[in-house]
């Protein structure tokens, strides 16, 4: 008799994503693995994403909506998917990307034939080194994290045994690199992740309003809180991978700190945002850290900041006026492009009814010659 696979429960936090939510719900249905529960949980969406997993589930049978009457963050929305859960096992994914119909049961057969407590695979549109299969102790698998190679620090893209994880929930408290936090914490409680490289989960890195791409804010900074645990805790106990901690610490400031110059805030807000993460650049400095970041417009904007915040503040609007006016010529040479392309294809429309004239004509010529031969 063949016995039954276990249920995998997928969690899927909602927010927002209405233009999306059903193309990864659909990806989701589409699974392989033959038994699985999906649990959308909707942290008060204000665009219909709630509504439209409510539409979902009503030809889904095996969806489940869970509606926050309040926005309260996504640890929150996974915590209350993982309490949910009945399966054996535990996946995340989140509602703006898909999945391939392979996921699970690639994930589930890599888990079950390492004897291991995660697995994970390779996902395209996030910068991820990858690497070939592979079976790591907990301590390896921070150091994989941190390293980026061949999987990195976030939840999705990996399989979960469910006893591990409701035993290590997320941080509520943490808005932003909240999947640090939690992956830092889980692996050092389990024995054994596996890595298959297969590419089969695609992250959307083109939302504009997504959390990597918007501005600073107080829910966001609580990230500083993560990087100061997680790099101060590794130090102690995982050298090698506080290296590449402190690494991550740093790109991290220094993109904030862009991001916090670029915004409409108030001058006195953006100084106070500026110092506040100069402090935590300066906490977390380290020449050999700064070395590995991949590029040098980052190297460049951690140096700035640690030395002077007017000095950064400075550089960093000039690069933000230059960035302006770049886009701005990039936008004109697209219009003059499609200006010409028009006109080109104008003159080619104006050149081809001008042969076909011409070709009536000459074959009205023709005809008429043709009866004048015919007639003698």
């Given at each position: 008799m063949e016995k039954k696979s276990p249920l995998i429960s997928v969690i899927v936090p909602v927010y927002n994503v209405a233009p999306y939510i059903r193309r990864c719900l659909d990806s989701i249905a589409a699974q392989t693995y033959p038994a699985l529960e999906i649990i959308a949980v909707d942290d008060a969406s204000t665009d219909g994403s709630g509504q439209l997993c409510d539409a979902c589930a009503e030809s889904e049978a095996r969806l489940q909506v869970v509606h926050f009457a309040e926005n309260r963050g996504p640890s929150a929305a996974r915590n209350e998917g993982i309490r949910r859960a009945a399966g054996a096992y535990l996946c995340f994914v989140d509602a703006d990307d898909r999945v391939e119909p392979e996921l699970l049961s690639t994930l589930y057969a890599s888990l079950r034939e390492a004897e291991a407590d995660v697995s994970a695979c390779g996902a395209d549109g996030i910068r991820l080194a990858g690497g070939p299969a592979g079976v790591f102790s907990g301590e390896e698998a921070i150091a994989c994290m941190a390293r980026e190679i061949p999987f990195n620090y976030v939840p999705w893209a990996k399989l979960y045994a469910a006893a591990p994880v409701k035993a290590c929930l997320f941080d509520e408290r943490i808005y932003y690199s909240e999947d640090i936090l939690f992956l830092y914490e889980l692996f050092q409680r389990v024995g054994r992740v596996s890595y298959v490289p297969d590419i089969l989960y695609h992250y959307n890195n083109d939302r504009e309003d997504s959390q990597v791409h918007s501005g600073v804010s107080v829910r966001k900074l609580t990230a500083l809180t993560v990087h100061d645990h997680v790099c101060d805790h590794a130090g102690e106990r995982f050298p090698e991978a506080a290296l590449y901690f402190r690494r991550l610490s740093l790109d991290v400031d220094s993109r904030w700190a862009m991001l916090t110059v670029e915004s409409d805030a108030?001058?006195?807000?953006?100084?106070?945002?500026?110092?506040?993460?100069?402090?935590?650049?300066?906490?977390?400095?380290?020449?050999?850290?700064?070395?590995?970041?991949?590029?040098?417009?980052?190297?460049v904007a951690v140096r700035t900041l640690h030395a002077s915040v007017p000095v950064f503040w400075g550089m960093a609007s000039f690069y933000k006026y230059v960035k302006r006016w770049l886009r701005k010529q990039e936008r004109q040479r697209h219009q003059r492009s499609k200006k010409l392309l028009k006109q080109g294809k104008q003159c080619q429309n104006r050149e081809s009814s001008a042969k076909a004239g011409r070709a009536v004509k000459n074959g009205e010529s023709n005809a008429k010659t043709s009866r004048r031969v015919g007639k003698l």
């Open positions: 108030e001058r006195w807000q953006i100084f106070s945002l500026l110092k506040r993460l100069q402090s935590h650049i300066r906490r977390h400095y380290d020449r050999k850290a700064l070395q590995l970041l991949p590029e040098r417009k980052s190297r």
